[in-house]
């Protein structure tokens, strides 16, 4: 078994990395206090075993260690713990979607990736929009799995285990429909034409609703699934990637494989990152 990562990044340190090009971190504006300053990015958008269940291996029933098999992206034995983690199962979409991302951004397209490419890049997004604390503490709130058994402990495992379990169930079963989702959008890259550039943040993936398209949403509560929402991910301050609802086509609005906005555009679109950020706004170079 290769050496375990506890650190672990909700956002991944290759992507924040394309927002600065210091080697003491990245410049950033802390939301609560307002104060900005580099920070090192190891130490940013992480939490000590964010990932990692630990059960210990003599707690599990015969069905227990059954259902929670050793497996080598999941499920893998440390001492006497039993660990399951998603840690690494990210890193290796993150490895090969770094690779898409250079070509993106050297490119200044999106028509030399494959479908292959496309696939990895839908879920890298669908992981970021669901695996932060802001996502994760929904799914705590409102999923409930029933895949979490009571027969497989031989002593009753803890509320805040349950609940971990229960959110790494929901995550896994849900991030492949949410993936599909992306990758059946039209995409487009968005390059700024002034000389403000894209912000990003703890919580990059931006869902918005154009003004025309409310009605849809009346309640103001928007997911994935609502007609003609769109998809924002900055990859670099000079790029970003902007997914739109194929039904866009039905109401003739086109969208191509790259564009140009105004500086005006930018700066909406980075206010959309401060107002979704959960606790700091990576401003890149200062």
């Given amino acids: ?9 909700y956002v991944s340190e290759f992507y924040i990395r394309n927002f600065s090009r210091s080697s003491k971190g990245i ?11 580099p920070i090192p990015i190891s130490n940013i958008a992480q939490e000590h075993k964010y990932y990692d269940i630990e059960i210990e291996e003599s707690n599990l029933t015969e069905k227990g260690k059954k ?20 840690e690494r199962w990210f890193k290796k979409n993150e490895d090969v979607v770094a690779g898409v ?10 028509l030399n990736l494959s479908i292959v490419d496309r696939e990895h890049v839908a879920f890298f997004v ?15 709130e409102k999923v409930f799995s029933e895949g979490i058994k009571d027969e497989y402990f031989k002593k009753p495992i803890s509320t805040d285990m349950k609940q971990q379990l229960e959110w790494e169930v929901a ?19 968005i390059i700024p034409n002034g000389d403000v550039k894209f912000l990003t943040s703890d919580n990059p993936v931006v869902l918005y609703l154009p003004l025309e398209y409310r009605k849809y949403s009346p309640n103001g509560r928007i997911g994935i699934k609502t007609p003609m929402v769109q998809i924002f991910l900055p990859i670099c301050r000079s790029m970003l ?17 790259r564009y140009e906005i105004c500086s005006e555009r930018v700066a909406f679109m980075n206010e959309l990152q401060r107002k979704q950020a959960t606790n700091v706004l990576f401003i890149g170079d200062n």
């Avoid at 410049?27 to 300053?37: N, R, T, V, Y």
């Avoid at 991302?101 to 999106?110: E, N, W």
């Avoid at 669908?126 to 705590?140: A, D, I, M, V, Y």
């Fill in 101 to 110: 991302f250079r070509k993106i951004i050297a490119d200044r397209s999106l």
């Fill in 1 to 9: 078994m290769s050496k375990r990562t506890l650190k672990q990044h």
């Fill in 171 to 189: 995550f896994v079963n849900c991030i492949d429909e949410c993936a599909k989702n992306i990758l059946n959008r039209a995409w487009s890259i």
């Fill in 241 to 257: 990637l902007q997914l739109n609802d194929y039904r866009y086509y039905e109401n003739m609005r086109l969208f191509p494989d």
């Fill in 27 to 37: 410049f950033s504006e802390i939301l609560a206090s307002g104060k900005k300053c």
């Fill in 126 to 140: 669908s992981s970021l929009l669901l695996r932060g604390p802001k996502s994760r503490t929904l799914f705590n």
């Fill in 67 to 86: 259902a929670l098999a050793f497996e080598e992206d999941f499920v893998f034995l440390d001492g006497e713990m039993r660990v399951l983690s998603l």
